[in-house]
Every structure is written in structure tokens, then in C-alpha cells.
């Protein structure tokens, strides 16, 4: 069972930045796609939005509402994922969530971290 492990959410001002680090408990597993999902305040689980996603092949992928001033990036051999946050806005208050999907022949598995607060004050 992979376990992620996130660190680094807090408050912060509107136009403020945040950088959020989450590692994965084995660095010698190959993970296809890591990156982060927030869920705001009042959401439910089904709710949560993806943020940011970084795939193997480099390919990434970004929630239109944070496209140009959220940057992630992954160290592949450590098996770790950052989202640098810049001009944060009281919107992106949430929770953060780290996740990793590995595929094995057509099945994804997902894995989920514990979730990490952000708080942006206006």
C-alpha cells in the first residue's frame, strides 16, 4: 500500500504564495501520474477538483482557475511531487489532497494523501 505524506499548507494573503511538497513512501515504485485535487469548504468528497497533474511522460495538466500561477513539478526518482502556489486568491482556500495513480496492465490504482489546509485571507 503506497502512502503519501504532504507537507506544507498554511495561511496566507491574498496575492501571497504557498509551495506544497508531498512524498511517496517508496521511492522505487514507478507512479505514472502525481499531482494534487482540492476540496473547498462545504464540498464533499465527490466534489474534489483536480488542481494539477504530472504525468511520466512530462505531460501535464492544470485546473483552468490556476493555469498561470500554479506550478507543479516532480522529482521521478524520489517520487515526490511540489505545486508552487502564486497569487493565491481567497478561492483557492481548500484542502489539499496529493494523489498518485499507478497503472498495471489496464487497472489504475489511486492513492490518496491526508489532505493539507490552505487558507488564503483576502
Known amino acids: 500500500q503506497l502512502e503519501l505524506v504532504e507537507s506544507g499548507g498554511g495561511l496566507v494573503h491574498s496575492g501571497g504564495s504557498l509551495t506544497l511538497s508531498c512524498a511517496a513512501s517508496d521511492f522505487t515504485t514507478s507512479i505514472d501520474i502525481m499531482g494534487w485535487f482540492r476540496q473547498g469548504p462545504g464540498q464533499q468528497r465527490e466534489q474534489r477538483e483536480l488542481?494539477?497533474?504530472?504525468?511520466?511522460?512530462?505531460?501535464?495538466n492544470y485546473a483552468d482557475s490556476v493555469r498561470g500561477r500554479f506550478t507543479i513539478s516532480r522529482d521521478f526518482d524520489k517520487n515526490t511531487v511540489t505545486l508552487q502556489m502564486n497569487y493565491l486568491r481567497p478561492e483557492d482556500t481548500a484542502v489539499y489532497y496529493c494523489?498518485?495513480?499507478?497503472?498495471?496492465?489496464?487497472?489504475?490504482?489511486?492513492?490518496w494523501g491526508q489532505g493539507t489546509q490552505v487558507t488564503v485571507s483576502s
Open positions: 488542481v494539477a497533474g504530472l504525468m511520466t511522460s512530462g505531460r501535464t
Open positions: 494523489y498518485a495513480q499507478i497503472l498495471t496492465g489496464t487497472d489504475w490504482s489511486t492513492y
